[in-house]
Each structure stands twice: as structure tokens, then as C-alpha cells.
């Protein structure tokens, strides 16, 4: 069982940057591929990025390669999103997911969800 709590969103202008932090319990945690997921209204829930248990492989959707990084640190039981150069394409709750084995980029295949953090980015 994971527990998970989101933390760092917040009202940024167009080409600001943010850093988003997901805490997660567990003695397990290094086993578990973390993603980050997006849900903007009326839209679907969107893959953003993933990141392995330990070898620490990461992806990317392509509309934020290159702006957005995913970096856990498994000592803390924390899973990281930078995201610099913001749009306001970008607006949307993000929320952190974990499963056991490989990470994918569907949201229903993770088991564990954290309660989401509201990101807005103002033109």
C-alpha cells in the first residue's frame, strides 16, 4: 500500500517555472514506477512523465520534452516534476501515481493516487 501527497502547485505567468514534490509512504517505495498525470477541465486525464523504480529511466509526453523533468529521490520516498518555460496549455491538476513493475502511460494501470495539486499558468 502507498500512500501519496502532492505539494508545490501554485499561479505562475507564461515562462514561469514550478517544482511539484509527491511524498509517498512505504518501505517499498523504490519498487514502484512513479507518474505524474494531468487533468485539465473537461478534458481527459493526460500522461505527463514517468520514472522507473530504481534504474531511474524517464519519459516523456512530447508537447513537454524538454521543459519538464521527473526525478525521485527513494531516500526521501519523493518523486520530483520541474517544469520551466510554463504555457498556459500546461493548466491543470497534476497528480502523482505509482504502480509496481514498468511505468506506463495509461492512467488506469496505477494503483495508487495522491489528491492532485492545481497548476495554473496565466498568459
Known amino acids: 500500500q502507498v500512500q501519496l501527497v502532492e505539494s508545490g502547485g501554485g499561479l505562475v505567468q507564461s515562462g514561469g517555472s514550478l517544482r511539484l514534490s509527491c511524498a509517498g509512504s512505504?518501505?517499498?517505495?523504490?519498487?514502484?514506477?512513479m507518474a505524474w498525470f494531468r487533468q485539465a477541465p473537461g478534458k481527459e486525464r493526460e500522461f505527463v512523465a514517468a520514472?522507473?523504480?530504481?534504474?531511474?529511466?524517464?519519459y516523456y509526453r512530447d508537447s513537454v520534452k524538454g521543459r519538464f523533468t521527473i526525478s525521485r529521490d527513494n531516500a526521501k520516498n519523493s518523486v520530483y516534476l520541474q517544469m520551466v518555460s510554463l504555457k498556459p496549455e500546461d493548466t491543470a491538476v497534476y497528480y502523482c501515481a505509482a504502480r509496481q513493475s514498468v511505468p506506463t502511460i495509461v492512467a488506469a494501470t496505477y494503483n495508487y493516487w495522491g489528491q492532485g495539486t492545481q497548476v495554473t499558468v496565466s498568459s
Open positions: 520514472i522507473t523504480g530504481s534504474s531511474g529511466n524517464t
Open positions: 512505504g518501505r517499498t517505495f523504490r519498487t514502484y514506477a
